[in-house]
């Protein structure tokens, strides 16, 4: 009769009672019941031999023979995990002016009228700008222009564009514009023509609360999406659009119109989450929706999607995928907000306007509403730019999650984030208490969300057609 | 069933007295160094004197000029490296550390440490840009050999890119697996090894050797931590047919530089004959691991790639998988075969396999 | 207060833990105000409850459980989990 030994390992009770357990190999299974988490916790040989074959393979349970080599496994995948988030390379952001042509009640980034002075990123600054991509970056370079609305600054992104080419290979980078598209014109799409050039915008629940949010002079910026999209999709092709969707109290009804418009427009790529807490947004409408409030309306969201894939027709929703990705450890599982370790500007680096370089988008945020210098790492018009990273070194100290209360015993742990600049906003330092953190909420309850999507396989089929 | 593609064995009085490695060519040639000794083969002119010169139309017919052929002493020479083959393999040693019961090259415990430096000397002498396969018996079993032979290939700023097929236990030693990485800075080296299971109980079983696996293993990390890039390499038997897709998720979450996968079916030579009621399964009865397993590939973002499988055994979702592989001196094909509309996609069946177990299904015409 | 209760529970030194209590009670901390006392052979846990909210008692007896489960788990394998954990941030630092 063999002998077993226990690998290390965590455990969740799933609503069904069903028992989910993962290692440090970040390797998922699920147990029946407590009956046989007991079992495999007091005396693993009571359980049925096809459940001792399955943990075997997993990386949960070892023979005496095997279990220096199933040791030596565990520890080279948790490193490789970590490695994982620890080396993917940075997004590259940047803020060419802060000037934007609507007035959205829960912008994130204290915007400015289009007509101001001083908040632009002047076209003499571009060389300086490459420059400090590439001493900080490798190839492929993955770029995205925010705002304010960047549409705005399109002299500077055009003139960007050529130095870089000339810079680097074409193929070498990529652009992202996030824009509302109000502003899309025929000089601007001709250009794009045939550029690695991707656009991102945003779509809310309803057309009433996308007019409400965004207020554009004319009040029908829904309208005029739509439209701009279109044109968009006849000129560069389908496929060049990502949405997101940030969800408030006014959009929680309209989950079914949202899938409806993207199909309309013929968008397949969603991003749907809740609102957040930075910029404009608190106090007032952070607090706006319970995470709760926002997962009644997320499930059915999901539901009415997978149903469209199951007909066949092809639409992605990337929050929920970046979270299915993540627990299967799956190629693309990099999501900015989801790494753990997360060192300040180890997985982002924007610089705004100004030419100061902060680690992230919400910390440019922070620092416009709050001011905390430590935030700011450099300057671009700086000579003989050194990078300040002692705030980036404590940051990432505290920001591994195997080893903080409230983390260490959660089956998501190898999959989750820590994002310690939330925790800095919300509790002042970068761990924060998990039990009424927005979120860990949040990602809990999607994670325990994908587990229930694949207790059918029906939906099993529609997610790994994703991949 | 009709006869293997490319022949590759020869026989010429002229050859008797020729041992070893040469260089075979079909005229005079200033560019080729001189690691090897040359014969010449229906060349129009008088090559010099001295020279080993003859006429043989099969010699000509199947080689071309820059070939490496393995003379025995006797006349009898094997062309060991061609231009026009679709695959090269050098055996390097016949010695090995397992005993896997489906060996194709059962090991003889030898002293045939020669065999490395022909292979040396081949590989300068016929400088190629395609891939070389290095084969044995285990090719890394003794570490100074390899490294003696890497050293020499580096002496003559060889680039030929070279897979070597090994089990991987000499990569437990980390300073070997470092050491070996390095040698080969300057070259594209793939190592073959492989992984029949997620335990212990199924890998030694099956190579009959008790270690292998937490060696293997062992090697494994290694290996990728130093940056070799690992071409893993899964046998599905009756033992371990259920585990594959599970040794897929072992290796993509725990190795580093599993540049692809490789599922190779079965193959009836060496011990396998004799083992293959207790080793073979069918296709059929494990498709849907099969089609679990390549689904891993989109997943983990890594190759997985079927052999020896011909297409009517395996589901139609995953025949983009399957390789047309097999070396071209062991490809045939049965009449079935001829009316077949996937033939041309298709690896057909090894020339060992004998009029038995093809079953060739009706294919769609 | 208005329609606030106590709920008062009990549990055995020998059975449980002060850590697997104050573990459960770190996720309660959302929902209600708690005490944790010291009653020499036993533990008291002290909840401020709506009257309806009875619920309270199930979901921390979960948790309790849960962290219980956890204590002996540990036993099992925390070394095992520090050196596995030490040996891969020292293999990162590399």
Redesign the interface.
């Known amino acids: 009769m063999a002998s077993y ?5 965590n ?1 969740r ?1 799933l609503k069904d009672d069903s028992v989910l357990i993962s290692n ?4 998922y299974h699920i147990l029946p019941n407590q009956n046989d ?2 079992k495999l ?2 005396n693993i040989s009571d359980l049925d031999p096809e459940s001792i074959k399955i943990l ?4 949960f349970i070892s ?1 005496t ?2 279990f ?2 199933k ?10 995990n ?2 994982k988030d ?1 080396s993917s390379p940075r997004l590259i952001m940047i803020v060419p002016t802060l000037r934007c042509d609507h007035h959205c009640t829960y912008c994130q980034v204290s915007r400015v009228n289009q007509d101001v002075d001083g908040f632009d990123l002047p076209l003499s600054s571009i060389p300086s700008l490459i420059d400090f991509i590439r001493k900080i970056e490798s190839p492929p370079y993955k770029i995205e222009f925010q705002g304010g609305e960047p549409l705005l600054a399109f002299e500077f992104i055009k003139e960007f564009y050529k130095q870089m080419q000339e810079a680097v290979f074409v193929d070498e980078f990529s652009f992202v514009i996030a824009t509302s598209l109000s502003l899309i014109n025929e000089d601007i799409l001709m250009w794009c023509v045939g550029k690695n050039i991707n656009f991102s915008t945003s779509i809310d629940a309803g057309k009433k609360a996308h007019n409400r949010h965004r207020k554009l002079i004319t009040k029908d910026s829904f309208e005029r999406t739509q439209k701009n999209i279109q044109r968009v999709d006849n000129k560069l092709g389908k496929g060049k659009i990502g949405t997101v969707t940030t969800v408030t109290h006014d959009g929680l009804s309209g989950f079914d119109e949202l899938v409806d418009t993207h199909l309309a427009l013929g968008l397949s790529e969603m991003f749907v989450r809740p609102v957040s807490s930075y910029g404009f947004a608190i106090p007032k409408q952070a607090k706006d929706i319970t995470i709760d409030e926002f997962m009644a309306f997320y499930k059915k969201l999901i539901y009415r999607i997978m149903e469209e894939n199951k007909k066949g027709i092809h639409i992605i929703e990337h929050f929920l995928f970046i979270h299915f990705k993540r627990l ?5 599982g990099m999501y900015v907000d989801l790494m753990a370790p997360a060192g300040y500007a180890k997985n982002s680096m924007l610089i705004d306007y100004t030419g100061n370089v902060f680690g992230s988008d919400e910390a440019r945020m922070v620092y416009r509403k709050h001011g905390f210098e430590d935030l700011i790492i450099g300057n671009i018009n700086e000579k003989n730019q050194v990078l300040d990273t002692t705030f980036s070194e404590n940051m990432l100290v505290n920001s591994f999650n ?2 903080v ?2 983390c260490a ?1 959660c089956v998501y742990q190898g999959s989750c984030g820590s994002d310690p600049i939330y925790h800095l906003q919300e509790f002042g330092e970068p761990i924060g ?1 998990k ?2 953190s927005r979120f860990c909420q949040l990602h809990k309850s999607v994670f325990d969300f994908v587990f229930e999507l694949l207790k059918d396989d029906s939906n099993k089929s529609v997610m ?1 057609g994703w ?1 | 069933m009709n006869s293997p593609l490319r022949q590759d064995l020869f026989y010429n009085d002229s050859l008797k007295d020729i041992f070893g490695p040469v260089q075979i060519l079909k005229r005079k040639d200033s560019d080729l160094g001189s690691m090897l000794p040359k014969i010449y083969i229906n060349s129009i002119v008088d090559c010099g004197v001295d020279v080993v010169q003859f006429n043989d139309e099969m010699i000509n017919q199947w080689t071309t000029h820059g070939d490496i052929g393995y003379a025995d002493g006797k006349g009898k020479i094997r062309v060991a490296l061609s231009q026009s083959a679709n695959a090269n393999t050098l055996l390097v040693t016949e010695r090995c550390d397992n005993l896997c019961l489906f060996c194709s090259q059962p090991p003889r415990n030898v002293n045939d440490e020669i065999l490395f430096a022909y292979a040396a000397q081949s590989i300068i002498a016929f400088n190629s840009k395609k891939v070389i396969g290095i084969s044995g018996g285990e090719p890394l079993l003794t570490p100074n050999y390899i490294i003696n032979f890497f050293t020499i290939l580096n002496q003559f700023e060889n680039k030929t890119p070279l897979h070597i097929l090994s089990n991987g236990r000499a990569f437990s030693r980390k300073k070997f697996a470092n050491d070996f990485h390095e040698l080969n800075k300057e070259r594209f080296v793939m190592v073959g090894v492989p992984l029949y299971g997620t335990t212990s109980k199924v890998h030694d079983r099956l190579v009959n050797s008790h270690g292998a696996w937490s060696e293997t293993i062992a090697g494994l990390i290694n290996a990728g931590n130093a940056g070799i890039e690992i071409e893993l390499r899964i046998i599905p038997t009756q033992y371990n047919f259920s585990e594959i897709s599970s040794i897929i998720e072992l290796a993509a979450s725990c190795f580093n530089h599993i540049a692809s996968i490789s599922i190779m079916n079965l193959e009836q030579t060496g011990w396998a004959k004799r083992n293959w009621s207790e080793l073979y399964v069918e296709p059929e009865s494990y498709q849907d691991e099969l089609v679990k397993s390549c689904q891993m590939s989109k997943r983990f973002g890594i190759d997985i790639s079927l052999f020896n499988y011909p297409l009517c055994h395996i589901p139609h979702e995953i025949h983009h998988h399957a390789k047309k592989s097999i070396s071209d001196w062991k490809n045939v094909y049965t009449d079935t075969c001829d009316s077949c509309i996937l033939k041309s996609n298709c690896g057909g069946f090894f020339s060992s396999v004998k009029d038995k177990w093809t079953h060739p299904e009706e294919r769609i015409l | 207060m208005e329609g606030a209760e106590k709920l008062i529970l009990h549990y055995s030194k020998s059975s449980i833990s002060e850590l697997a209590l104050r573990k459960a009670l770190y996720w309660i901390t959302d929902s209600s105000a708690w005490s944790l006392n010291d009653l020499g052979d036993l533990w008291e846990v002290l909840f401020e409850v709506d009257d309806a909210d009875k619920k309270i008692k199930y979901k921390f007896e979960r948790l309790l459980n849960d962290y219980v489960l956890r204590e002996i788990l540990d036993r099992h394998t925390n070394d095992l989990k520090q050196a596995i954990v030490r040996k891969s941030l020292k293999d990162l630092s590399i």
């Open positions: 030994s226990l690998l290390p390992f455990f009770q440090l190999s970040n390797i988490l007991k916790i007091n075997e393979r997993k990386l023979t023979d095997d220096e080599a040791v030596q496994l565990t520890t080279s995948s948790f490193t490789k970590i490695h620890l299967i450890n799956a190629k693309d195997f080893d209360p409230g015993d208490n039990s009424n790994e991949l």
